[in-house]
């Protein structure tokens, strides 16, 4: 191919507020090589019913569910027209590959919370219309002609469940963004003030995440370190959270932010006494090498992904064993010094780069466009 392939790169809407999912784009389309030529599909988000206040979030979803399955599907056929092939950034828009000719489009998963509705029913009871959008969307994805993963445990999981063969698979793990290091190039304006010391843990609030675990742990460690602050940055709190934080009786010592820059998100990683992971599952963990990179001490989940991503320089505790969890933090609170030294977690977290995850995403596709290499044999 003489010219450059074309390559257009579907994200998630910004209205939506995914920042993973934004990042994910925005470090993909910086860091394509010349011989890419890529197009940023990202539409206007189309507000029907999400401006009418009394519908709240609800009216919200509805639109998302119009421009997600009615209107951006409509710009992707225009697109496919043109483009050598179509890039999805997030699985849960897998079903954007049927707009695509067969064979001209990838999708990179980065996990399968989306299908368990599908895969693991009785774990996740949902109405009739959700698992068929569902299913549409998982229909997609075992129609791409390459699909990336962040981790091993997803390659299993996704080959284990029929959706990928081997040869379609290729590992592309995340990167660690330039804001991420142990010094901020300039001052950096935080949007509320934080007290030292404080925990630090960033991720939605999504069952998975094992936010309960997160509060329980910092009411115990409080009781021997009263002056610890939590710091939580994603939400708002779904109620069940709020009535536990409201039992624990420590609303006031919780500061939760959300629509940081990634340089203020990097500085709360500096400041942070001890960035905890409290998921009982994950696609990866791009908080994990985010905070090494910056020296954050990172305490998580011992399971598959999180090992993946932490390597040696975390420490890992049992899922959910809130008296683990309370003794080790409060040990590191007391004694820095047991955790891993500030070399290690550098050393770990400069193994993950945003532009050999775009090298290895672009290959990909220059392999399909040459018909000479299946894309999986250059994971």
């Known amino acids: 191919m003489n010219r450059p392939l074309r390559l257009a790169v579907v994200r998630d809407y910004r209205a939506e507020l995914w920042p993973s999912m934004d990042l994910c784009a925005d470090q993909l389309l910086a860091n394509l090589p010349p011989t890419i030529a890529a197009e940023d599909v990202a539409p206007k988000f189309r507000r029907a019913l999400g401006y009418i206040p009394v519908l709240g979030r609800v009216g919200f979803n509805a639109d998302r569910l119009l421009n997600r399955h009615i209107l951006l599907p ?31 489009a990838g999708v990179y998963c980065h996990d399968l919370d989306a299908f368990r509705s599908l ?6 009871p949902r109405p009739w219309w959700f698992r068929k959008l569902a299913q549409r969307t998982l229909d997609g994805l075992k129609r791409a002609a390459v699909v990336f993963h962040n ?37 950096v304006e935080l949007p509320v003030a934080v007290e030292s010391p404080f925990l630090l843990h960033v991720g939605s609030n999504i069952p998975r995440k094992r936010l309960d675990v997160l509060l329980d742990v910092f009411a115990e460690v409080q009781v021997s370190v009263p002056e610890l602050r939590l710091v939580q940055v994603g939400g708002p709190w779904p109620r069940p959270l709020a009535e536990r934080i409201a039992q624990l009786n420590i609303a006031a010592s919780i500061t939760q932010i959300r629509g940081l820059s990634r340089e203020q998100l990097a500085e709360l990683y500096r400041k942070a006494a ?8 994950e696609g990866f963990g791009l908080p994990v090498i985010e905070a090494l990179a910056c020296g954050a001490v990172v305490v998580a989940s011992d399971i598959p992904t999180l090992r993946e991503a932490g390597g040696n320089a975390t420490m890992f505790l049992p899922v959910a064993d809130t008296y683990a969890w309370t003794s080790a933090v ?44 299946d894309p999986g044999r250059l994971s």
């Open 74 to 104: 409509r710009v992707v056929r225009r697109i496919a027209r043109h483009a050598d092939f179509v890039h999805v950034i997030d699985h849960s828009y897998a079903h954007i590959v049927n707009c695509s000719p067969r064979g001209r």
């Open 119 to 124: 895969l693991t029913p009785e774990s996740d």
């Open 151 to 187: 981790s091993a445990a997803t390659a299993r999981q996704l080959l284990d469940a029929g959706i990928a063969s081997p040869e379609r698979l290729v590992h592309a793990p995340l990167g660690v963004a330039a804001e991420f290091t142990p010094e901020a190039a300039k001052p």
């Open 274 to 281: 001890v960035v905890l992971v409290t998921s009982e599952s």
């Open 330 to 373: 409060a040990g590191l609170l007391i004694n820095p010094a047991a955790a891993p030294p500030l070399e290690m977690c550098l050393a770990h977290a400069a193994k993950f780069s945003w532009r050999e995850h775009t090298r290895v995403v672009a290959d990909a596709y220059l392999a399909l466009a040459s018909g000479r290499v």
